[in-house]
């Protein structure tokens, strides 16, 4: 007998057990200052920690008031601008951003060769490991799958549980190496087992880079263009780091104060990335985009798309959420750097792959959105695109499949999980244990016989 299934047939009275359970009163949240979120009442974050990793700034304080600013975005103290545009024509700009989020400083041309040298003889699996592990036991979800597979390769490594900085080093660009093999190949086998496709396995070539072994792997026909790799590799470098509070790198700097494996670590990143309010967006940006183009006659109609862009606010269309997905951030206002960065690609990709029609259709609703965004919920200050409004559709002309959205930003967030947890061990930080208030009330034990609820 199947437990699990046996339970969920008669679970509905358990729910009701639970909803029967009294809610905390909200209002006790402000009567004791409760930072909900890890956040002050104006929005902004509690500050928890320093970092030398990246700065991440929407706005400038002028005496109590936050003034918005065009976005901006640091490693290592360089603009992402400046380090996108020094990157122009390279395919191997994300090995660069690796070598400067954990070490500091940019590599030098030596540097770099001897760390592509290291990645590349890094990268394959262990003898088996895509027979005994991934497709064993394949899954409909990608970012399970690389969990699983960081879980398992704790049992490979010789000294597993060392903290040591050089070992826990060697650990993480290993997993930096092998989270693309992984990824594909889950992929490969999910299609082969879920979808009855054939079975196409490529190894990766150690003189390729990250983005390159990316294209390689997963299609059938391992070709691609100059242009395709290069424009997957900015996709990379933009969405290696975004400092230390948002939930997946928090997550990193909570797991490794309290001095478990490297392992362990990363796959609780994993689990946080893995929710749609953090890393799965861009794909709400295409299931969106998706409907939109159902719905909606005429997509060069300014007036049509307000219509169901007013809808989707009004909580009347798409998932009754009542969100733009793609438009606002938490912390940029006039703009988001990384999508500006990536509109710039996206549009150059579109003009080679013939999607120009695409791609203005999304220039077009971010126009829309974000004057309806501000008019319909009266904010009073500018809303911007996000990244991930155009990542999915780069993704989309680079025929990466949506079972990969999230993975791709877990293959390219690894370096910044990287970082953040040697920064972590190298500071010696104490164990991250925030305060929960009680609220209940205490009662008397009652023996099984008088208990009559």
């Not at 003889?121 to 005994?132: A, G, K, S």
């Not at 300014?302 to 969100?323: H, R, S």
């Not at 009266?378 to 996000?386: E, I, M």
């Not at 009330?441 to 609820?453: G, Q």
Request: aromatic letters at 10%.
């Amino acid at each position: 007998m199947d437990s699990f299934l046996e339970f969920t047939k008669m679970s509905d009275k358990y729910v009701e057990m639970l909803d029967r359970k009294d809610r905390i009163d909200q209002s006790l949240y402000s009567k004791y200052d409760v930072k909900r979120g890890l956040r002050d009442s104006d929005g902004r974050g509690v500050l928890t920690g320093l970092t030398e990793i990246s700065d991440v700034s929407g706005f400038r304080v002028e005496g109590d008031e936050r003034v918005p600013i065009p976005g901006e975005l640091f490693y290592q103290g360089y603009d992402i601008r400046e380090l996108v545009k020094g990157f122009h024509g390279s395919k191997h700009g994300f090995e660069e951003t690796i070598f400067l989020l954990i070490f500091g400083e940019l590599p030098s041309e030596n540097q770099l060769k001897e760390f592509m040298d290291i990645l590349g003889h890094m990268r394959p699996l262990p003898d088996n490991f895509n027979r005994d592990v991934i497709m064993k036991a394949p899954s409909r979800n990608i970012m399970n799958v690389l969990q699983r597979c960081v879980l398992t390769l704790y049992s490979y490594d010789d000294d597993p549980d060392s903290i040591s900085v050089g070992h826990v080093l060697a650990q993480s660009l290993s997993l930096i190496a092998r989270f693309p093999v992984i990824a594909s190949y889950g992929y490969q086998s999910y299609r082969h087992k879920f979808m009855d496709s054939s079975l196409i396995i490529h190894r990766p070539k150690p003189e390729l880079s990250t983005a390159e072994n990316i294209l390689r792997l997963l299609r059938p026909d391992p070709s691609f263009t100059e242009l395709e790799a290069q424009v997957l590799d900015i996709c990379l470098v933009l969405h290696a780091e975004h400092g230390g509070g948002n939930n997946s790198s928090f997550t990193t700097h909570v797991i490794t104060t309290t001095g478990t494996d490297t392992y362990s670590t990363v796959a609780g990143s994993l689990g946080s990335l893995k929710g749609p309010r953090h890393g799965g967006a861009n794909l709400k940006v295409q299931q969106m985009m998706a409907d939109m183009k159902a719905n909606v006659e005429d997509t060069e109609s300014d007036a049509q798309i307000k219509a169901y862009l007013t809808k989707i606010l009004n909580k009347k269309a798409f998932d009754g959420a009542g969100l733009i997905y793609g438009m606002g951030h938490a912390i940029y206002t006039i703009s988001d750097p990384r999508a500006e960065i990536l509109k710039e690609a996206a549009r150059k990709l579109s003009e080679a792959e013939g999607f120009v029609k695409e791609f203005e259709l999304y220039d077009r609703v971010e126009g829309i959105a974000k004057e309806l965004i501000t008019k319909n919920r009266n904010v009073h200050k500018p809303v911007c695109a996000n990244v991930d409004f155009y990542s999915g559709f780069v993704y989309s002309v680079l025929k990466i499949p949506v079972e990969l959205f999230t993975p791709m930003f877990a293959i390219a967030r690894m370096a910044g999980w990287s970082a953040h947890r040697i920064e972590e061990l190298a500071n010696h930080g104490k164990i991250i244990r925030p305060a929960y208030k009680y609220v209940g009330t205490h009662k008397e034990y009652l023996p099984l016989d008088e208990r009559n609820w």
